[in-house]
């Protein structure tokens, strides 16, 4: 096919009459954000960045299985964003996903080593707030930090 052709029969979106209105098959976010969930660990193993973190965003707060609001109420004041989020992320898996250390032990690591490259100045309270939110009670040495 090229540049300018018309897409395959099997893929091509057509309207359709249904009764006097016109029915478009568009999938929109908040359609497909109603099929069944995913995996979380594969969502939170999915939102690592290649440096090692994660972002604080309304994705990785459905994966931790709380709301945006949640997750950025709970942030010390005087951490970023990223450290926070990372933190976050490693607690969860700690804390909820420990039979599968296997799949995810090597992802900790290098978030691990990334927030320590940060020189973050309050990764200890981050941990403590981090449990409460969650509801877990990992010690901040299991956590490689």
Not at 5 to 12: E, H, L, Y
Not at 16 to 31: D, I, K, L, N
Not at 79 to 86: L, Y
Request: proline residues 4%; aromatic residues 4%.
């Amino acid at each position: 096919m090229g540049m300018g052709g018309s897409a395959p029969k099997s893929i091509r979106r057509e309207k359709r009459s249904v009764g006097s209105s016109s029915y478009s098959p568009v999938v929109t976010h908040e359609a497909a954000s109603l099929s069944p969930r995913k995996d979380p660990l594969l969502q939170l193993v999915s939102l690592q960045k290649a440096s090692g973190c994660w972002r604080l965003d309304a994705d990785l707060a459905a994966a931790l299985g709380k709301t945006s609001k949640e997750v950025k109420k709970a942030k010390p004041a005087s951490v970023n964003s990223e450290v926070w989020a990372s933190i976050l992320a490693l607690i969860w898996l700690h804390g909820f996903k420990m039979d599968a250390k296997e799949e995810w032990e090597l992802l900790t690591l290098k978030a691990a080593s990334w927030i320590k490259a940060q020189n973050a100045p309050c990764v200890s309270e981050c941990v403590k707030a981090g449990n409460t939110l969650l509801g877990c009670s990992v010690k901040k040495e299991d956590l490689g930090l």
